[in-house]
């Protein structure tokens, strides 16, 4: 079992690469089939999903498709603070568009919550959640979830987007806390 070391804590990789790109994959021909007609507004939420979004407009294709970023911080350490801020504004005109949130994992839920108020509060047709991760144990909130990749036990993980303290996003694989 591959192992690395973040800081003070180990992790060993628990979805490899090829893994995710199916994940991604079938993500990917699911949407398709939803959104063909129609002229989408993904929004990626920062830093964490920027892997997650590229690998899937890639997949995706849709000729119409515009993406956009939105950047939002809900984690220090390994624990979710609860307060979630919006650090970059987003001043796309959504008024009765189709928006797809581009997530890379749902927690408790809070973060994506937040962004769902946030978004339809700036007049937005239609909002679809699509998130790679999800971790079920975990969530706090009610929320739909229109998009999932896969569901995953409620262990931090890193890697592919996702981080502790700012290191792990770099790498290709998702590894899991060794506890
Ligand atoms: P939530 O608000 O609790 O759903 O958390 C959502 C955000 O926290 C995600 O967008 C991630 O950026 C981050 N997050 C949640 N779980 C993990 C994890 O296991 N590792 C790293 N970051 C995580
Ligand atoms: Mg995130």
Redesign the pocket.
């Known amino acids: 079992m591959k192992r690395i070391k973040l800081w003070d804590k180990e992790f060993e990789i628990s979805l490899p690469y090829e893994k995710i790109q199916e994940t991604v994959k079938r993500m990917a021909d699911q949407m398709k089939v939803d959104l063909e007609d129609k002229s989408v507004l993904f929004v990626c939420?920062l830093?964490?999903?920027f892997m997650f979004a590229a690998d899937l407009m890639k997949e995706l294709e849709l000729p119409d498709a515009e993406i956009s970023f939105l950047k939002?911080a809900?984690?220090s350490g390994?624990d979710?603070t609860?307060n979630?801020k919006e650090l970059i504004g987003f001043n796309e005109n959504i008024q009765d568009r189709t928006v797809v949130i581009l997530?890379?994992?749902?927690?408790?839920?809070?973060?994506?919550?937040?962004v769902i108020a946030k978004i339809k509060a700036k007049g937005a047709k239609e909002v679809k959640i699509a998130t790679l991760?999800f971790?079920p144990e975990?969530?706090?909130?009610v929320i739909h979830l229109d998009y999932i990749g896969l569901e995953i036990p409620n262990?931090?993980?890193?890697g592919y987007?996702?981080?502790?303290d700012r290191r792990?996003r770099n790498l290709k694989d998702i590894y899991t806390?060794v506890k």
Not at 155 to 158: A, P, Q, R, T
Not at 161 to 164: K, R
């Open positions: 939420i830093n964490g999903s939002l809900s984690y390994t979710s609860g979630i997530e890379d994992i749902v927690d408790t839920g809070h973060t994506i919550a937040d991760l971790k975990a969530l706090k909130t262990d931090f993980i890193v987007g996702l981080d502790y792990g806390l």
